[in-house]
């Protein structure tokens, strides 16, 4: 049997439902994380990567939905361990906590007209984008959402419905993905994940101010690139053509994890390949989220005592 988080009790997931006349399902009005978890056969253990730095972020997310996170970070993280060992997982996993407005008192889309419900689920899973092959991607047509309609920041489930469109048509289109501009014409993000460009040997990535979700393994490969490898690293506005120029592009995201890019627009990037500084981010990436960089095991968050 599978168990699922529905606030404030664990329950099988074939009893776990939502009331039909939910809010968040009608108008996409929650706030959610994705987060993985990966199994390390050496040490028979289940390491949840940046896991409290997911629920402090879920958390902060939620004050532009006017949603009020009832259990501390720290309270999540215990709750996140709890579940996955209930299910017994000894595979690669996804987490996703979503927290949600629950039933209206009445019609209207008022924040503050629904309760604060809260749920977490687990499950497998392996690769969501190749990582041992270049991508062919597309510049979307879709503009990525900007801050003052609905803020990309806030990884917020209404605002899927820009990824969703922008990823079904680069897929329909024979991409495997797509980078989002702005609705300024710069360069943002992918769909479900972050951008980094290699240009002059160094790295360069969107600023988070322009309408991207503040990735955690952005974070992460800008402290590894210029740790480990001795990369610059620099935020800043990137233009469209920046990408048909770059050395080397991939992306990264808890689902995407490192994926290189060898193509845009059908215009080759460097070999068309893989790069090699892109290999190294992915080499050391994964050694990090497996905790076997003592310097980094501090971010991975066993769940078996
Ligand atoms: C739109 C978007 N950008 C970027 C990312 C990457 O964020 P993170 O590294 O925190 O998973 C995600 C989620 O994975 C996303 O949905």
Redesign the pocket.
């Known amino acids: 049997m599978k168990w699922v988080y529905m606030a404030p009790d664990f329950v099988p997931l074939n009893e776990a439902k939502v009331d039909i006349r939910t809010h968040g399902f009608s108008y996409g009005t929650l706030v959610f994380e ?1 987060i993985r978890g990966y199994w390390d056969d050496e040490s028979q253990q289940v390491y949840i990567f940046r896991l409290k730095e ?1 629920f402090e ?1 879920l958390t902060r997310n939620g004050r532009i939905l006017k949603y009020e996170m009832s259990t501390t970070p720290d309270g999540l993280v215990e709750i996140c361990r709890e579940l996955v060992r209930k299910n017994g997982y000894q595979q690669d996993i996804y987490v996703k906590p979503i927290g949600y407005k629950g039933l209206p008192d009445t019609l209207g889309v008022t924040l503050t007209q629904a309760p604060d419900e809260f749920l977490m689920y687990t499950f497998p899973l392996g690769k969501f984008l190749a990582t041992d092959r270049a991508l062919k991607v597309c510049v979307s047509s879709w503009h990525r959402v900007p801050d003052n309609a609905i803020p ?1 920041r806030g ?1 917020i489930g209404g605002a ?1 419905i820009n ?1 969703a469109l922008a990823k079904s048509d680069a897929v329909a289109a024979g991409f495997d993905e797509c980078i989002m501009l702005t609705s300024q014409g710069n360069v943002a ?6 951008l980094f460009l290699v240009t002059g040997g160094g790295l360069v990535t969107p600023p988070v101010t322009e309408d ?7 974070q ?1 490969i800008m402290e590894i690139a210029s740790t480990e490898l001795g990369l610059s690293v620099t935020e800043r506005v990137v233009n469209r053509s920046e990408l048909y120029m770059a050395d080397e592009l991939f992306f ?5 994890e490192v994926a290189g890019i060898g193509e845009v627009d059908s215009r080759r990037i460097g070999s068309g390949q893989i790069g090699p500084i892109t290999r190294q981010l992915q080499d050391l990436y994964f050694q990090v989220v497996h905790g076997r960089l003592p310097n980094y095991r501090s971010w991975c968050t066993p769940v078996y005592e």
């Not at 993000?189 to 972050?194: D, F, I, L, V, Y």
């Not at 991207?212 to 952005?218: K, P």
């Open positions: 994705g997911h972020r990309a990884k899927y990824s993000e992918g769909s479900t994940s972050n991207i979700l503040v990735g955690i393994t952005r992460t990264c995201g808890t689902g995407a």
